[in-house]
Nanobody, 123 residues
Framework: QVQLVESGGGLVQAGGSLKLSCAAS????????MGWFRQAPGKEREFVAA????????FWKDSVKGRFTISRDVPTNTLYLQMDSLKPEDTSVYYC????????????????WGQGTQVTVSS
């Protein structure tokens, strides 16, 4: 049974920082891409950043490049998203997801999802 559990969300002021975590279990193969998506009310779920679990190759949405950093801890099967210089437009539910594909950027290319964690940035 695959489970992805996000944590670390909360309320911060513009310019502040948060670090999200995703605890993964039940993934029998390490040949996955692990990624972060976000969805604001009334908006489509959009790609944020991802990393290949084995090689550590990373790729990002252009609007967060330079502010967000994705990383993973292989021994503990934990995925992270460090978010700095947060803006009100970053307010969303953030989701952790897993894909079997190379460099997936579309939500339909991911097959496993966490429940999401709320990030709210006030101005």
């Amino acid at each position: 049974q695959v489970q992805l559990v996000e944590s670390g969300g909360g309320l911060v002021q513009a310019g502040g920082s948060l670090k999200l975590s995703c605890a993964a279990s039940g993934l029998t193969s390490s040949s996955y891409t692990m990624g972060w998506f976000r969805q604001a009310p009334g908006k489509e779920r959009e790609f944020v950043a991802a990393v290949s679990w084995i090689g550590g190759n990373m790729f990002w949405k252009d609007s967060v490049k330079g502010r967000f950093t994705i990383s993973r801890d292989v021994p503990t099967n934990t995925l992270y998203l460090q978010m700095d210089s947060l803006k009100p437009e970053d307010t969303s539910v953030y989701y952790c997801a897993a894909s079997r594909l190379r460099y997936p950027r579309n939500k339909h290319e991911y097959e496993y999802w966490g429940q999401g964690t709320q990030v709210t940035v006030s101005s």
